[in-house]
């Protein structure tokens, strides 16, 4: 019996992921096991797209009454013909002392921990969208999210910043390393100019109007942890992707976005810089 924990949690960086067998794995199990069916006020939606920690994605090999891939969050698994309580329900608090996430910083699981309280805040209050009017921006890429949450190559293998660029490299892009200049640290200060190497054009005064020519994007940081990317769509709203999973069109409090800098942007704090993106002028990798 062996598991694959991934902790769905970076936009812009990899997620980590740790490998449990052996004798691991059977306690693991013991944790993980199916206590009791979930009944319908319980079930609180686990939405993918949302800055932060979004879950933990567990792929099991042997394990019985499990599924081959299944999602656990703040006691809940949810998965193909699985929707129970977990034996553990503070799997998380297991998994925050693990010696995989200390090896991303002392204060990682500490951090992970907000995250899962964030997250669980999140779960109760998520809602589906409001469409008001807002202004247009012809230059900019039509909000398809189709073209990316293929569930497959497309979405897994490209990140915010391909996403926030309308550019597919399938190759989970990093700001300035096309162009040899990448990223140094999680700072604004590190970031904005690998993206400048890039080609994007730094734009602090666009004061979210769009351009006249490509389109705008916005650079955020979580200080110390990660990354992110928003994009401005033609309808005036903007949108995002976090690492490998959906597109969406909503902040993580389940609003549509029409200023990234009010917007819930959960543990991503930061805001650096507005930027625009020449359709043609740019190569990210």
Same mark, same amino acid.
């Given at each position: 019996m062996e598991f694959r924990?991934?902790?769905?949690?970076?936009? /812009?960086?990899?997620? $980590?992921?740790?490998?449990? =067998?052996?004798? &691991?794995?059977? @306690?693991?199990?013991? +944790?993980?096991?199916?206590?009791?069916?979930?009944?319908?006020?319980?079930?609180?939606?686990?939405?993918e797209s949302t800055l932060g920690y979004r879950g933990l994605i567990i792929e099991s090999t042997g394990a019985r009454s499990l599924p081959k891939t299944f999602r656990f969050a703040h006691g809940d698994l949810v998965g193909p013909r699985l929707s129970h309580r977990?034996?553990?329900?503070?799997?998380?608090?297991?998994?925050?002392?693990?010696?995989?996430?200390?090896?991303? /910083?002392?204060?990682? $699981?500490?951090?992970?921990? =907000?995250?899962? &309280?964030?997250? @669980?805040?999140?779960? +109760?209050?998520?809602?589906?969208?409001?469409?008001p009017r807002r202004e247009h921006c012809k230059c900019a890429p039509l909000y398809e999210p189709n073209w990316w949450n293929d569930s497959g190559q497309v979405q897994y293998n490209n990140n915010c910043y391909n996403y926030g660029c309308d550019y597919r490299s399938d190759t989970y892009a990093q700001p300035g390393l096309a162009a040899g200049a990448e990223y140094t640290s999680l700072t604004c200060g590190s970031v904005r100019p690998a993206a400048i190497a890039d080609c994007l054009i730094d734009a602090p005064t666009a004061n979210n109007r769009c351009p006249k020519e490509?389109?705008?994007?916005?650079?955020?940081?979580?200080?110390?942890?990660d990354f992110h990317w928003f994009r401005k769509n033609r309808n005036g709203y903007w949108s995002q992707k976090m690492g490998g999973t959906p597109v969406t069109n909503v902040d993580n409090s389940g609003n549509l976005i029409p200023d990234v800098r009010t917007a819930d942007r959960g543990p991503y704090t930061d805001f650096c810089t507005f930027m625009v993106v020449m359709h043609g002028h740019i190569k990210i990798a």
């Open positions: 924990i991934t902790v769905d949690i970076f936009s /812009g960086r990899k997620n $980590p992921v740790i490998e449990v =067998k052996g004798k &691991e794995a059977t @306690r693991l199990y013991e +944790r993980l096991r199916p206590a009791r069916a979930l009944s319908a006020k319980e079930r609180l939606p686990l939405p977990a034996a553990d329900e503070d799997l998380e608090q297991y998994i925050a002392r693990h010696a995989s996430l200390r090896k991303l /910083g002392k204060n990682f $699981p500490s951090q992970f921990l =907000k995250e899962v &309280e964030r997250f @669980r805040e999140c779960r +109760r209050k998520h809602h589906p969208p409001h469409w490509g389109h705008l994007v916005a650079l955020v940081i979580w200080p110390g942890g």
